[in-house]
C-alpha cells in the first residue's frame, strides 16, 4: 500500500514560505543527534518524537539511542523499510514498516514536539549525485559521504507540528491498530488547527551551526576526494605492477595500462604506443575509448608532422592542453593540425612521454573531445605520469630479457657449432689423413710396388689433400668473411663471363676427381643487366652453388642457372636442381654453419656443411640477398639470391673505346686470373 507522496512535497505545498536547503548526508547526522541528544538530556517530558530511516543499517546505527529515548517517552514512532529486521527487536517503541514504493525510502525525517522545545528535520534525498563511477566502485564509504538531501530543518513549532502531523497520518495508514496512541499524541501535542501563513524566523544560532556542519562537511568531502584519487593512483599502479611481474610483453601491458587509466580518468580516449626518434609515423595497437570516439586501432598515427608530438620529444616533458583552439602556453603552432584533431575529435589532450635516461620509448596520450572543456588537474598529471614510469620500466625490462634471450641463443649457436666442428672436423679430416698415412705407408714400406699401384697410391694421397686443402681454405674464407677483413674490388660484371668461369671450375674439378659429367643449363638473357659486385667472388659465390646442386642432385638430373631483372636496380640469380630438396622449416637452417641435412656423420656426400654460410657473407657484403626455396623432400633446391644493377652498363666500354663484347673478354681474363691465384 506504498504511498507516492512525499511528506517534503506536502510540507512545501502546506507552508509556501518555506525555502529549501542543501544537507550533506554527515550534517544530516549531525543534526539528527544533536536533537536526540537535547531529548536524553531530559529537558522535555514524554515528548513525541517521529523518526523514519532510509534502509536497514542506518536503523541499526540508531537503534539503541530510540531504546534510550522510549525511556523518557511513550510516544516514539519510528518507521523504516521492510529489509529492516524489526521482528527480532524488542517492543521498547512503536516500530512501523512503509511499503519499498513509498517515497519514505528516499526520505530522512525526525520531528521532536515538547512543551519548551520543537524541531524538524524533513529532508529527501537529491537524485543528483557528483561521484563518478570508478568512485562507486572503488570507495562506498566516499560515495555515503558525498550524498545530498534537500529539504529543511528548523525550530519553529508550527512547521515541526505541520511536519508531526503529516507523518502521523503515514503511521496510522500503515498500522490502524495505532489509531487509539495516535489519537492521543494528537490531542496532547497538535492543535486542532494548524497556520498555513508562516513568517520563518531563522534562529542565529542554529543556522551558525548549519554552516558550520556545512563547512566541515565540505572540508571532510575534498578529503574524501583526495583519498578516492589516491586509492585509485594506486590501484592503477598496482595492477599495472602486476601486469608486468606477470608479463614482460609491451603488448599485454599497454593493453592493460591503455583500459585502466582510461577507465580511471574518465577520458574519451586513450592510446599508448611505442616509438622512437626517429619514426615518422607508428601504428595504433593499444587503445581505450568511449562510444562515441572513432577508433584509431590499427590506423596510422603521424609522428613527424604531429607539432603536440614533436614537442614532447624535444622537451622529454609532459604536454597538457585544454583546449587545441585557444591559447597554448607552450606557444605551439597548431594551425596545420587543427583539421586532423577535429577528425580525431580532440579537442583537450595530454602527452605523457615514455622516458628512460633521456631515451624516448613511446607516448601515452589521453584525449577528451569538444563537448568536454576539460583543465587537466595535476592530479590527472601526476597519475599519467606514474603510470607512463612504470610503462618505461617495463619496457626497459622487456628489452633486456629481449637481449638476455639473444645472448642465450648465440650461446646456444655456439655450443651447437662446436659440437659439429668437433664431429665435422673429426670426421673431414681424420678420413682423409688415414688415407694419406696408409698411403705413404705402403709406398715406404714396398720399394718393389708395381708402377701401376703406385699411380693409385699417390692419386689417393693427392686427392686427399686436396680434400683437405679446400676444407682448411673454406675455414680460412669464412673468418675472414666473418670478421669483415675482404677487401670488395667492386666493378661492373655481365653475369655471363662469371657463369662461364664458374662451370669451367667445376669441369676442371670433375675430370680431376674422374667424376660423372652433370647436365647443367644456363638461362642468362643478352638483355640482362651488368651487376655491380666482385667478380671473384661471384665465381665463387656460382661455384659452390653449383657444386652443392650436383652433390645433391639425381644423376639423370638437371642443374640450371637462371638470372631476371626484378627492377632497375636489382638482378636475381637463380641456381636449382632436381634433388632432394628441403623441408620448410629448413629452408633458413641451411644458411647456417656446419649445417648438415643429413646429420654430421650419417652423410652420404662429403663437406663440412660452409658452403651455403659462405655465399651468404659473400652475397650480403655485396648489398645483396640469399634464400633457398624448396616444396620439399625429393622435389629439388632453388637457392636465389640478388645482387645490385650497375647504374651504367657501358660505360667501362666506352671508357676504354672498345666494343661491349671485347670489354666483357678482357674482365673475364683479369677475373679468370684472380679466380685461378685464390686457388
Given at each position: 500500500m506504498g504511498n507516492s507522496a512525499s511528506i517534503v512535497e506536502e510540507m512545501f505545498e502546506a507552508l509556501p514560505s518555506l525555502r529549501a536547503q542543501m544537507y550533506f548526508k554527515t550534517s544530516l547526522t549531525a543534526l539528527s543527534h544533536a536533537m536526540e541528544d537535547q531529548v536524553l538530556a531530559g529537558s522535555e517530558q514524554s515528548p513525541l518524537i517521529i523518526a523514519s530511516f532510509q534502509q536497514e543499517r542506518f536503523y541499526r546505527q540508531e537503534a539503541h539511542r530510540y531504546t534510550r529515548i522510549s525511556d523518557l517517552s511513550d510516544q516514539v514512532y519510528v518507521l523504516s523499510a521492510k529489509d529492516t529486521q524489526f521482528s527480532e527487536t524488542e517492543d521498547h517503541y512503536e516500530k512501523i514498516h512503509f511499503d519499498s514504493d513509498d517515497a519514505l525510502t528516499q526520505e530522512w525525517h525526525l520531528v521532536v514536539i515538547g512543551d519548551r522545545y520543537t524541531a524538524a528535520l524533513i529532508c529527501r534525498e537529491h537524485p543528483r549525485q557528483e561521484i563518478t563511477p570508478s568512485s562507486q566502485q572503488g570507495n562506498a564509504l566516499h560515495l555515503d559521504q558525498t550524498r545530498r538531501f534537500e529539504g529543511i530543518w528548523t525550530l519553529n513549532k508550527q512547521v515541526s507540528l505541520r511536519a508531526a502531523s503529516l507523518l502521523l497520518a503515514r503511521i496510522?495508514?500503515?498500522?490502524?491498530?495505532?489509531?487509539?496512541k495516535i489519537g492521543i499524541a494528537r490531542d496532547r501535542f497538535i492543535p486542532k488547527t494548524?497556520?498555513?501563513d508562516l513568517t520563518i524566523d531563522p534562529d542565529p544560532f542554529a543556522q551558525r551551526l548549519i554552516t558550520y556542519l556545512q563547512a566541515g562537511q565540505y572540508k571532510q568531502l575534498k578529503a574524501y576526494r583526495a583519498i578516492a584519487l589516491q586509492e585509485q593512483r594506486e590501484r592503477l599502479i598496482n595492477s599495472i605492477t602486476a601486469a608486468i611481474r606477470q608479463s614482460l610483453n609491451p603488448a599485454e601491458i599497454f593493453a592493460i595500462a591503455s583500459e585502466e587509466l582510461g577507465r580511471v580518468l574518465n577520458v574519451g580516449r586513450c592510446i599508448i604506443y611505442r616509438c622512437t626518434p626517429q619514426d615518422a609515423d607508428i601504428t595504433i595497437a593499444h587503445e581505450y575509448r568511449q562510444a562515441h570516439f572513432n577508433s584509431l586501432e590499427g590506423t596510422p598515427w603521424p609522428l613527424k608532422h604531429n607539432p603536440l608530438y614533436q614537442w614532447v620529444k624535444a622537451n622529454y616533458s609532459t604536454l597538457a592542453i585544454d583546449n587545441v583552439s585557444g591559447e597554448i602556453e607552450q606557444d605551439i603552432d597548431l594551425s596545420a593540425a587543427l583539421t586532423r584533431l577535429q577528425r580525431w575529435q580532440i579537442q583537450s589532450c595530454l602527452l605523457v612521454p615514455l622516458v628512460h635516461k633521456q631515451r624516448l620509448l613511446g607516448m601515452v596520450e589521453l584525449h577528451l573531445d569538444g563537448d568536454r572543456h576539460h583543465h587537466w588537474s595535476d592530479d590527472e598529471v601526476a597519475l599519467s605520469e606514474a603510470i607512463a614510469n612504470q610503462l618505461s620500466v617495463a619496457l626497459i625490462q622487456a628489452e633486456a630479457y629481449a637481449n638476455l634471450e639473444d645472448l642465450n641463443n648465440q650461446l646456444a649457436d655456439l655450443e651447437r657449432t662446436r659440437s659439429n666442428l668437433i664431429a665435422i672436423t673429426g670426421h673431414e679430416l681424420r678420413t682423409p689423413l688415414s688415407t694419406?698415412?696408409?698411403?705413404?705407408?705402403?709406398?715406404?714400406?714396398?720399394?718393389?710396388m708395381p708402377d701401376e699401384l703406385r699411380q693409385v697410391m699417390l692419386d689417393t694421397a693427392l686427392t686427399d689433400a686436396e680434400r683437405m686443402r679446400k676444407l682448411v681454405q673454406d675455414f680460412l674464407t669464412l673468418s675472414r668473411l666473418e670478421s669483415r677483413r675482404v677487401e670488395w674490388n667492386l666493378e661492373s660484371l655481365p653475369l655471363q663471363e662469371c657463369a662461364d668461369l664458374a662451370l669451367s671450375s667445376l669441369r676442371w674439378q670433375n675430370a680431376a676427381n674422374a667424376?660423372?659429367?652433370?647436365?647443367?643449363?644456363?638461362d642468362l638473357p643478352e638483355t640482362?643487366?651488368?651487376?655491380?659486385?666482385?667478380?671473384?667472388?661471384?665465381?665463387?659465390?656460382?661455384s659452390k652453388l653449383l657444386d652443392n646442386a650436383c652433390k645433391f642432385n639425381e644423376a639423370n638430373g638437371q642443374v640450371t642457372i637462371s638470372a631476371r631483372s626484378l627492377d632497375s636496380k636489382t638482378v636475381e640469380v637463380m641456381v636449382a636442381d632436381e634433388g632432394r630438396g628441403i623441408e620448410s622449416d629448413r629452408l633458413k637452417t641451411v644458411f647456417e654453419r656446419f649445417y648438415q641435412e643429413e646429420g654430421a656423420l650419417r652423410r652420404s656426400v662429403g663437406g663440412v656443411g660452409l658452403g651455403l654460410a659462405i655465399c651468404q657473407q659473400i652475397i650480403e657484403g655485396l648489398n645483396g640477398k640469399i634464400w633457398a626455396t624448396s616444396e620439399g623432400k625429393n622435389k629439388g633446391t632453388q637457392i636465389h639470391f640478388t645482387l645490385p644493377a650497375a647504374e651504367d652498363t657501358g660505360r667501362y666500354a666506352k671508357a676504354k673505346q672498345l666494343p661491349t663484347g671485347q670489354t666483357a673478354k678482357a674482365k673475364q681474363t683479369k677475373t679468370k686470373a684472380k679466380v685461378a691465384k685464390r686457388r
Open positions: 496510522e495508514a500503515y498500522r490502524p491498530d495505532l489509531a487509539s494548524l497556520k498555513n694419406i698415412r696408409v698411403c705413404l705407408e705402403s709406398l715406404l714400406s714396398e720399394p718393389d667424376a660423372p659429367a652433370m647436365s647443367i643449363e644456363t640482362l643487366p651488368f651487376v655491380r659486385a666482385d667478380g671473384e667472388w661471384i665465381v665463387e659465390v656460382l
